[in-house]
Structure formats: structure tokens, C-alpha cells
């Protein structure tokens, strides 16, 4: 399958105080089209980082990003801005909802950004689906203080997936969760992967989580360090990949 | 303590940009508080001033009420009462200082005030400091001293002569000038002075049979008599001719009392950017606070007890004041500076340099102080009340809610009325007070109902932005609904700078629609011609000037005082069959025809609708006028809508026989109508004659564009200070904003990880500002209409109908939108730079 992700040694570096912190150090990878993979490390091993760079969300110092066969990371803030409107969608640890708008208004946001009419046709259509898969149709008129956290990350799944976006990134969505909503949430991220053919990038601490994937890279100190393949698996018990782990002592 | 205090100055430093708008808000609160503070000491020691000039060491001022003066004989008597030690006569005539003018449409040369004085008393009462030449010789009566404005005018030096023109059947003067008096209170509206011997003025002006009178005398107590004595002995010698009594302390309480419309107007403008002012600093302290909730907690949780945490606060609060009283001062003075520079142009009493008193301008920044610490109490107790617990979690609940900002916008408001109430000119009667409580109250009314019409007025704001941005418009309703009481208090501010503008230009239009109502209204011509003094009703003017082909009419006016029960009456003489023909005067009691026809009879008044109400007279009811010659009774014959504007209210108007019986010399003015369709050829042949007489032609036009001048001078300088008041309120909107896009940082950051562009969020705020403005201009318009209403109705009752300005109200409407949209540059370019990595991980 051809990558729609590329990444080709890309290094991040922060100005902190006096020095610099490099967060990557020359990370380089592909992910397939309809592909899942996840990402794990430990905190401050430059996950997050790598994923902002992805998603096109942040620059990095050197390297490129490949979004589609778009150089991401070279392409000016408003043509970046448009890439990632229609390419990509993205889940956050803190649910991130726009508290003003209605569980509908924050699904719709995508259409409501590109200038579409979230009310009529296709969009309308599309909205109605992705409150439904997430099961929270009859919420819709309910604003995110009216939700509990789940719903509420499930509300910020079905914003990132509803206009279709070919890639869709998870920055530990799983992480503010209990378990079974959490599996809720994996689940949704799993069925749009299988049955919608998208691409799912997930960073998470999150062994259970991350043995959702097809592959698994692991990152310490910036760099990957390693590669673990679990393939694609309709059951997806942790236990393959934590036998993995701690084989290569991780 | 020092800590703390650290602490809280470095917190200012940290939000360097924020800090400085704040203080300049508070600056520019302070600065207009002392501009007012400085502006009210000038007008006062330029009243002071004034009347020194005036009345020189005169303890009492006897003052003619009757056009032609004061007879030897009361002169006389003044000097021989009890206790008077010296009684210094004076003539007070206009006239030109000599005419050019040989036909051929030649202009008039600009008109003098000649003084005569007695040369060997007048010198003991008044100073009249000279800064050429000499003082008035006993032994000459061809001598004149000058001003120095009618000097630097006419190019005048010691030695040269000046040649004044006397009444019609008087030669004029050729006299020698002696010397250029420094002083600048003269009583020419110009500063065009002329003072002359007595015997010389009187020998112009009094020719014939009417020589030896004065318009006043000033009198000098002797030594160790008691003043109120002298008046006393004064008003049992003096019986011939009716007359005032003036103190210093009344003249200069008169003058005072002409600029207290002004200084009302001033004090309401203070208060509105005080209230601005407070809103700012409010909404800088309580966006610090929430900026620094978990800090807060964090130094709670480390054993900062409540008290050290309001401390903090409140030590910013200082810092800002302190910043802003030291701004506030440096503008206030330019600021009284650039305002005693416009009044001198506009109130004649007001003319002379800035006055800064040390006690007051102390006592304004303590004001400004004061309500800095006043906005900053609310911050520091919700600071301090916040639990250590609920501020170490995420976004905890700062809102405070609805009342207690409610409550707080009600004490800042009761601490602003106080200090707008020390401000405004104490008024005659407790009624006085009436008027500026009530405009105060429609202001306060309106800040206060923002909170409950923003949503509804919002959405409906929001529906002329929606077709265009339909997406910001969506994500902006939000966010004005996101804290109803912050936007509320900003839009409060803006509220009040628009009514404020919206009521200036309300009252300018009211005014000026009631001079233009006089003008076309009572004026029975096409063209008013002013003589310089008064002009006889037997002078041959008056036929030459009839004579004029196309000429339909000319009617005289002459305008004098009487003195009826006990109070002095502007009086206007004219002539009922030329109103009648020309069917002037718009009658709410009695019959035109029959009224007008009875003052040429004699004996009748006409009056206007408010005089008759204070005088407490009806149609048939009898005026009582106290003349030289005795009791003169005018029976009410009509009352009209509006009649011709006195020094002080509206005249009474009589017919010409009563005239000469109540003292009046003649006419001041004639009223030209022309033939239909003669205008254009027999206006320069009039115009011509006119000259010759030197009589001054003025084109309706031209009077209602002198009379627009003059007020447009007047409010212009109002204007400037209700903009300040929206400069204030614009920067409030800045800092909303700011603090609404630093509250909304994630929300930005997942709407542009969404896909939103930095354009989209700029346009955001943009709108959001664009929606908060047009909210608070449609209020602040109306409750400045209303405004406008209430002092228009507070004035007299003069205007014909109420105009609310539409021009003015258009363009503070426009500019407050322009402005406040302006003020969202700031907080949108904040906005567009956050970074999305940055505010998704924002906590």
C-alpha cells in the first residue's frame, strides 16, 4: 500500500532558558494508507512532538513531513491550515471542545470551518452518522458541560472523523478515560480504521491501547528505538505486545 | 510585605502591553478629572480677574437699568451718601473708531467700546496699568488711552490720534492717545477699548439735551464704613431713574454662574471617563487573577493567608493608579490647556491662561486613586476567596457570577456620582440638581440594562454580520455569552462615551434649532442691519433707508432693560404693524392682529410663554415697569411660542411709545424685508445707505452662521472631551477582548487544529469586537438621545423642538464602531498567534 505518511529525519528542537532541548533527533518513518499504528515512550521521549509534526500542527527545525505526497512542513500557514482541514483529523487528551457550541455545532465544526452548511445535504448526512456511531444521538443540543468525559471524547472522535479525513491523529485519547470508556473509544478509532479504511496515529503510554495497532514504535530520547509489528488482529489483547516490550527490555 | 509587593510589580512587568494600556486608561480618566479640576480654577480666577478689571476697588457698582443712563443728579446723590468716599462716574458707549466709508459698498472698520471716565476720580478706583505712555490728563479732553488690542488691531502708538464717531447729530472726536492700557477685561467683546474723558464721551454719545449722564457709577466706601451700609444709604439717595446694585463678590458670582452649563456639561463628561477608567482597571485586574488562578492556589496551598492575597491585587491596583495619576497629570494640564485656549472663544468670561490650583489637582488624583482601588476590590477579594483546592484543578470557576460584578459596577457608579456631584456648580435651588441627577440616571440606567439586552441585541447585531461571516458570527455569539457580565461592563463603558457624544450633539442641534426658530420665527425680514448705538425712530436714516427701491419695509428694533417687580427684564421695542404684515410671532394666547395693534397703541406687552409663566402673568394681566418718569402699566395683550433671546431669558416685548417712556434711546437694529423678487438688485443700494449710517448689514444667513460658529466652538470643545471618554471606552473593549482570547486559548488551539486559519480567528475577534460595538452604540445612542432630551428641557424650554442631532448621532454610532473595531487589532493578532501546539496542551 503507499505511504500517505512520511516522515524523513525530522528533528524538533525548543529554545529553553538558555539552551536548546532537542525533543526529536532525527525521526524517520511511513505509515500506510489505512494503516494503524501507535506510538509509545515514555514522557518527554518527543511522541507528542512527533505527532504535532504529522498532523502539521508544528514546524520542525530540520526534516520534512509528507502529508499525502504534500510536503507539509514546507508549506505556508494558510495552505498548511487547508492540508490539515481536509486531511486530517485530531483527537486530544483534554477533549479540547469548543464549550459554547452544541455537541452537533462541535461535530459540524469541520464543515461550519470550510465554509459549508452543516445543515443541508451531504454534511447534514454525515453529522447525523458520526453522532450515531459514537452513540450519542439525542445529545445533540447538549452543550460539553452536559456530557461526561467519555461522551465528551466521544464527541471529539466524531469531530475528527466526520468529514472523512484520509489520517486521523490520537494524542493519548484515553488518557483522562476509565477503562471501558476508554475501550469505547478505541473501538470508534478501531471501526473507522477497518471499516472506513483511515489512518489512525495514536500516542499513548497505554500498552492496551497501543495493541490496537498494526504497528507499534517506540521512542526514547527523540529517536525510535524501536519497530514492534503486530499486524493487523481483530482481538486485541495487550499481552502479545507486553511480551514484546519486555523482551526488548522496554 | 515586600514580597508581596515584588510579587505584584513584577506581575505588571510580566503583561508589559496590558499594563500600559491600563494605565493609560486610568490616565486618561485621571487626566480629564484634572482638565476639569483646572478648567473650573481658571474659569474662576478668570472671573475673578475679570471683575477686578471691571470694578477696579469699587465696593459697589450702581448700574443703569434705563438706556439712557443716570442723570447729574443721581450721580450727585451717590457721591453725597453716607459712607461713600468716592463715587467714579462712567459712560459706556460702541462705536466706530472712525469711518471710511464714502458710499460705493465700503465696509464698516471693526466697532470700539469707549469708556468715558472722569480723569482725576477714576484713577483712585481703577488701576488701568499701562504698558505705553501715560494716564488720562485732568486739563485736556481730547486725549484717549487704548488697549493693546485695539492697538496691535488698528496699529495705534502714543501720540497718534484716533477719531471715534459720537450719535448723528454729534462731530466726531479727534483725540490724542496718552497711553496703551495692559489689562485685557475691558467690557468690548473684542478687547477693543477706548478710554476718554468723561465730558468727551458724553459730548459724542449725548448730545443736546440728554448731556450729563452716565451708565454707571462706581463707588468706593470710605474707610471703616461698613459696605452693606453704603448699599443701604445708596438705595435711599438714589430715586430718580431705576437702577442696580452690584457687588464684586455678585459680579463675580455672575460671571461664575454663566459658565455653570459649562461646568455641568464638564463634571458629566469626568464622571463618564472616571466610569471607563474604572471598567478598565476592573478588567485588567480580574483577567490577571484568572490568568493566575493556579498560582494563586499554588501560594495559598504555600501559606499566602486571604489577606496577602488581596494585597497582591490591591498592590497592583497602586502601581496602575500611581502610573496613571502621573500619565493623568501631564494630560490633564495639556488637556486644560487646549480647553481654556477654545473657551477663551466661546465664553467671554472664561478667557485667560490654565490655573493650576495644587489642593485640587491633589485632591483629583486622589479621586483617580480612589476609584482605581475601588475597581481593583473586587479582584482581590475573588482572588483571595479562591480555595487552594478548586484553584490547583483546571479550570476552576472564576465567573464570580452576575450580582456580585453587578454589585461592584453599582458602588463604582455611586463613587463616580459623588464625585461628578463635587463637580457640577452648586445650582441655585436643590431643583438645579435635578437636571445632571437625571442624565446621570439615564446613563446608569442604560450601563445597567447591558447585562439583560446583550444576548437579544447581540444575536440581533450579530444578523447584519452573519451573511458575510456566518462561521465567526456562529463562534463569536458564543463568546459574547461566555461572561455577560464582563461584556456587559465594557459595553457599559462604551454606552455611556456614546451617550455622551450622542447627547452633546443632541443639545448643539436643539440649540441651534432654536436660534435658527428666532431668526426665522420673530426676525420680520430678509436682513438685519445693527447700529453701533442706538439710532433715533426720528433720524433720517430711517426714510433713506425706506426709500430704497425694492425695499418693502424696515423695522426698527431697539433693545434695552426694565425693571419690574423688583427683577431686571430684557425688553425688545418693535413695531406691531410690521410683525403684523409680516405675520411674525406664533401666538398660544390672544389675537395677533389685536395684540400687535395694542403695542403700537401703548401701554401692552407682548410675552413670551416661559416669561409669562415665571412672572406668573395671563393674557390680560398687567406688567408694572418702574420708569424714570414713574409706574408704567402694560397690560398682557398676547403671549407667543417664543420671542426675541435676551441677556438672560426671553425679552418682553413692547410697542415703540412705551419704549421712550421705559428710557430706551432707540433702535439697535433694523429689520430689512425686501420686495418679493427686489433682493439681489436693492440689497447693495441698501446695503450702501446702510454704511453710510454706519449701520452694519448682516444677512440672516450670515447671523445664523455666527450663532452655529459660536456653539460649534463651544461644543467642539465638549466634543473633544467625550472622545476621550470613548478612547477610554476603547480600550476597555481592547482588554475584554485580549482577556476573552487569553480565556479561549485552547478553544482557538483546537479550532485551528481543526482547520481554522489565522485569518478566520483574526475575523473572529474582529466581529466579535464589531458585535459588542454596535450593541453598545444602539444603547448608548438612545439613552443619549434621551439624554439630549432631558438637558434640552433642562435649559429653558427655548427649543421649538427637540433635535437629536442625527449627524453627530451618526458619527459617534460610526466612529465608536470604527474605534472599538480598531481596538480588537490587538487581541485578534494575539489571537492568530497562538500556537496550536501550545494551546491543545493548555491546561
Redo the contacts between chains.
Sequence with gaps: MPAILEARDLVKRYRLGAGDVEALRGVSLSVERGEFVAFMGPSGSGK?TLL?LL?G??RPTSGEVILDGAAISSLS??AA??L???QTG?V?Q?F??????SVR?NVA??F????QDPNRGEAAERIGDAIAAVDLAGKERNRPDQLSAGEQQRVAIA?ALVHRPALVLA?EPTGNLDFTTGTDVLESLWRSCTQRGQTIVLVTHDAKAAAYADRVFFLRDGLVRDEIVLGRRDEHGAAPLIARLAQLGL | MGAIHSLARRTLFARRARTILTILGIGLGIGVLVAAVVTNASLDAAAASTVRERLGNADVRISALEERGLSPASVAAAAAAPGVAIAAPQLEARTYPRLSATGGGAALPDPVTVIGVDPVVDPKVHARPLSAGSGLPADRADVALVSEALARDDGLVVGETITLEGAADAKPAVLTVTGIVAATGGPDPAGRNVVVPLATAQALFQPGDAGGRVSRVDVVAADGADPSAVEEALVAALALEPYSLTTPAEAEADLVASTSGLRGIIALVVVVVLFGAAFLVFNTLAMSVAERVREVGLLRAAGMTRRQVRLLVLFQAVHLGVGGAIVGLVLGIGLATGVTVLLGGAVPAAAGSPVLPPLEIALALLVGLAVTAAAALEPAFLAASIPPVEALRLQADLAGGRPVRLRWLLAVLVLVGAVGLLLIPVPATAAGYLAPLAVYGILVVAALAIPFVLGPLGRLAGLLVAPFLPLEERLTRGALVRDRSRAALTVGALVVAVAMISALGGVAASTRAAADAWLTEVVPGNEVLVAVHPVALDDPVLDELRAVDGVARVSPIGRFAIAAGGYRLDTVAISGADFAADGRLRFVAGDPATALAALDAGGAAILSRGRADALGLDLGGTLTATAAEGPVDLAVAGIVDRSVPGESGEAVLVGWPDASRLGALGADLFAVRYAAGAEATARPALDDVAVLYALQPADLGDIRGAVGTSLERMFDLLDMLAVVALLVAALGIANTLTMNVLERVREIGVLRAAGLTRRQVWRMVVVEATILALVGAAVGAVAGVAAAGTMVAAGGGTAPSFDPGWLTLGMAVAGSVALATLAAVYPARVAGRIEIVRAVSYE
Design positions: 507528542s504535532h498532523g500542527l508544528d500557514d494558510d491550515t487547508r490539515r482541514r481536509e485530531f486530544f483534554f479540547n471542545l469548543v464549550p459554547l457550541l455545532e465544526l469541520p461550519m470551518i470550510a465554509g469531530r494524542d
